[in-house]
């Protein structure tokens, strides 16, 4: 085994950020893919918020929400 030195230890924090990152950008994918007026619909208020927050931080996107009269929420791509 080599042992090396000066190797600064690199923070768990951040190593944990940047997977979550990763994942959230894999799982969004679909939302590049979307044009102007398609639509998607997720079960929960908070799964449509987690998609558009992290679309508008990490786009020039925008989504808009509404509760459909089956008590899921669609996002609309407007922009």
Same mark, same amino acid.
């Given at each position: 085994?080599?042992? @090396?030195?000066?190797?600064?230890?690199?923070?768990?924090?951040?190593?944990?950020?940047?997977?979550?990152?990763?994942?959230?950008?894999?799982?969004?994918?679909?939302?590049?893919?979307?044009? #102007?007026? @398609?639509?998607?619909?997720?079960?929960?208020?908070?799964?449509?918020?987690?998609?558009?927050?992290?679309?508008?931080?990490?786009?020039?996107? @925008?989504?808009?929400?509404?509760?459909?009269?089956?008590?899921? #929420?669609?996002?609309?791509? #407007?922009?």
């Amino acid at each position: 085994m080599k042992i @090396d030195k000066g190797i600064p230890v690199a923070s768990a924090r951040s190593t944990l950020s940047e997977k979550r990152k990763a994942l959230k950008k894999i799982k969004f994918l679909f939302v590049y893919d979307m044009e #102007i007026g @398609d639509s998607f619909e997720v079960e929960t208020r908070k799964e449509a918020t987690l998609v558009q927050s992290y679309i508008n931080r990490m786009t020039t996107m @925008d989504l808009v929400q509404r509760s459909m009269p089956n008590g899921k #929420i669609r996002v609309w791509r #407007i922009k």
